[in-house]
């Protein structure tokens, strides 16, 4: 099966960059999804790496490592509004569903 | 707005009794995912529909089921509820049926088992 690893918590400055890691096993790989969830609302899709390397979004950036079964979600000028949680996800074996990582809650304070 | 809708928002029943949960997929999407997300289980996919079949299924109890009807809407069907049935419920869509694809979610229904 599958299982991801991400820090329950960090917290961060208003204003600051903030990198959220995730580790992975799969026995098979399609790609690392991040999504982001404030509470009581739905997660959104931010951004997926099916190559190695770093994808460019705005504020935000995501990178992958498939060699080290190891991505992360770069948040640049953080903002109160970023504060929530954040999800990195896998397909299951063929490509089927999302296996979502326990998540990282992100705290911006000033 | 991801342009999924699901109904009913708020649910509030009884253990033992039965509840369906409906999702309408963004227009032009042909997959459907359900997930549950709990406090302590985090985001746990149940099902997964595409063009009305079966696609995949994850950790979903006996006690549910799904079905996805020629509209492509969805429901989900939980019976025998119990406590620990409380959870919050999404339904996701997507264009197709590979994960690699961007899933868009529902705003959830919350259910409460009393």
């Known amino acids: 099966g599958q299982s991801l690893e991400q820090p329950s918590e960090v917290t961060a400055v208003e204003g600051a960059i903030v990198q959220i890691n995730c580790t992975y096993q799969t026995s098979g790989f399609y790609g690392l999804s991040w999504y982001q969830q404030h509470d009581g609302g739905a997660p959104t899709f931010l951004s997926y790496?099916?190559?190695?390397g770093l994808e460019e979004t705005g504020r935000f950036s995501s990178f992958l490592s498939r060699s080290d079964s190891y991505g992360y979600l770069l948040l640049q000028e953080l903002q109160m509004k970023d504060s929530a949680s954040y999800f990195c996800?896998?397909?299951?074996?063929?490509?089927?569903?999302?296996?979502f990582g326990k998540g990282t809650r992100l705290s911006v304070i000033a | 707005d991801s342009g999924v809708t699901q109904t009913p928002k708020h649910l509030i029943t009884a253990t033992g009794q039965r509840v369906t949960l409906r999702c309408s997929p963004r227009s032009g999407d042909l997959s459907v995912y359900w997930y549950q997300q709990s406090l302590d289980q985090g985001l746990q996919f149940l099902i997964q529909y595409y063009n009305g079949e079966e696609r995949a299924k994850g950790n979903i109890l006996e006690r549910f089921s799904a079905q996805q009807f020629p509209d492509l809407h969805s429901e989900l069907n939980l019976s025998s509820l119990e406590l620990g049935d409380s959870a919050l419920y999404f339904c996701?869509?997507?264009?197709?049926?590979?994960?690699?694809?961007?899933?868009?979610f529902g705003p959830g229904t919350r259910l409460t088992v009393l």
């Open positions: 790496n099916g190559l190695d």
């Open positions: 996800a896998v397909p299951n074996s063929g490509n089927t569903p999302l296996v």
């Open positions: 996701a869509s997507s264009l197709r049926g590979t994960s690699s694809s961007e899933q868009f």
